[in-house]
């Protein structure tokens, strides 16, 4: 159930991050996000009732333990450290404005 309301979330939403109120590693993420100008969704799993059973779910599904676990259209793209290098490779922007979470105005 945890697993398809996990997926649920990413197919919905263009850019998601589950994360922890107390990570720092989440908050450079966000911070990064919306620094860029991006709307993205959070999902704190430290304030869900059923956050565990959902980081158990996306264990179960990227395989990955640790939070921020963030998708970028349907595509996991990982940790911090992969947000971070996608960023400084210049590809973060051209992601998030191919899922529509930037805007870009051509006239600026």
């Not at 998601?16 to 989440?26: H, I, L, P, Q």
């Not at 565990?52 to 349907?74: C, H, K, S, Y």
């Amino acid at each position: 159930m945890a697993l398809d309301k996990v997926k649920h979330i990413v197919s919905s939403t263009p850019v998601v991050v589950f994360s922890k109120t107390y990570c720092g590693y989440c908050k450079r993420v966000k911070q990064l996000l919306t620094q860029l100008g991006a709307s993205y969704k959070i999902i704190e799993l430290d304030e869900e009732s059923d956050g565990g059973e959902m980081q158990a779910a996306l264990v179960e599904w990227t395989g990955q333990r640790t939070v921020p676990n963030v998708f970028i259209g349907d595509a996991h793209i990982a940790d911090c450290d992969s947000v971070m290098a996608k960023h400084q490779a210049g590809q973060l922007v051209n992601l998030l404005t191919d899922v529509g979470a930037i805007n870009v105005n051509l006239n600026a």
